[in-house]
């Protein structure tokens, strides 16, 4: 999880309005894209010479700075994760009882997944669920995704609920990557709605691309709802 601490380390030279402009990646690493949403969030997609081939880092930004860091791998198993709202990292079991794979998904049109991570803040949550793709393809600022439905849940250690949340998202093929869409997230009796969805995506050489200021959707008040996305499915 180096890197990854890292990038918490630097989270303070990343404030949106009165910090650096760009987001500095930590040494070894390269970026390839920047996805301004229309959540006030903007995050970056980058890899690191240091990892595993197929593995990808990624960095999400709001105006309090950087809120989110992590890593997956090539099927996009969330392998370690930062979350700066909250002060706790999770880094995935070993042996899942069943893996998340892209491939699969893109595949058969479907994909159930049932893991645990592990974080010595909150303990062990276990995460079961299932990504379908519908079948139809979104063009958002001239790219080309493929839209899924998600419907998971996270258990605490004695198996009890944590959250629920269903909803749409999009993959990138090619990039291996999902990005947020709507969904609505339940805690107990309460419900969340969130809708998450890239509005620009940025990529080297073009203005904006490392940019650490989000663009949409910015100045409103944060709520329990902002915290609670940042354990969902996107952001794990």
């Given at each position: 999880m180096k890197y990854v601490f890292a990038l918490v380390f630097m989270a303070g030279a990343a404030h949106a309005q009165d910090g650096p402009s760009t987001f500095g990646l930590p040494q070894g690493c390269d970026a390839f894209l920047t996805v301004?949403?229309?959540?006030?969030?903007?995050?970056?997609?980058?890899?690191?010479e240091a990892d595993p081939e197929g593995h990808q880092r990624r960095v999400g930004i709001t105006?309090?700075?950087?809120?989110?860091?992590?890593?997956?791998?090539?099927?996009?198993?969330?392998?370690?994760s930062f979350h700066a709202r909250t002060g706790h990292a999770e880094t995935l079991e070993p042996n899942p009882v069943e893996r998340a794979s892209l491939s699969d998904l893109i595949?058969?049109?479907?994909?159930?997944?049932?893991?645990?991570?592990?974080?010595?803040?909150?303990?062990?949550?276990r995460y079961v669920g299932q990504d379908t793709l519908t079948g139809r393809q979104i063009v958002i600022d001239g790219v080309t995704l493929d839209e899924t439905t998600y419907d998971i849940t996270a258990y605490d250690e004695s198996g009890n609920e944590i959250w629920a949340a269903k909803g749409n998202e999009?993959?990138?093929?090619?990039?291996?990557?999902?990005?947020?869409?709507?969904?609505?997230?339940?805690?107990?009796t309460e419900s969340f709605d969130s809708d998450d969805g890239p509005?620009?995506?940025i990529f080297p050489g073009e203005s904006g691309f490392l940019s650490a200021r989000p663009k949409y959707g910015c100045g409103v008040a944060i709520s329990q709802?902002?915290?609670?996305?940042?354990?969902?499915?996107?952001?794990l």
């Open positions: 301004q949403s229309k959540s006030c969030q903007v995050d970056h997609h980058f890899v690191c105006e309090e700075g950087l809120v989110y860091a992590g890593e997956i791998d090539r099927e996009t198993q969330w392998l370690n595949a058969k049109g479907v994909d159930d997944y049932d893991f645990r991570t592990l974080s010595d803040q909150i303990g062990t949550t999009f993959i990138h093929r090619d990039w291996r990557i999902f990005l947020s869409g709507t969904g609505v997230t339940r805690v107990g509005v620009e995506f709802s902002d915290i609670l996305k940042e354990n969902t499915h996107d952001n």
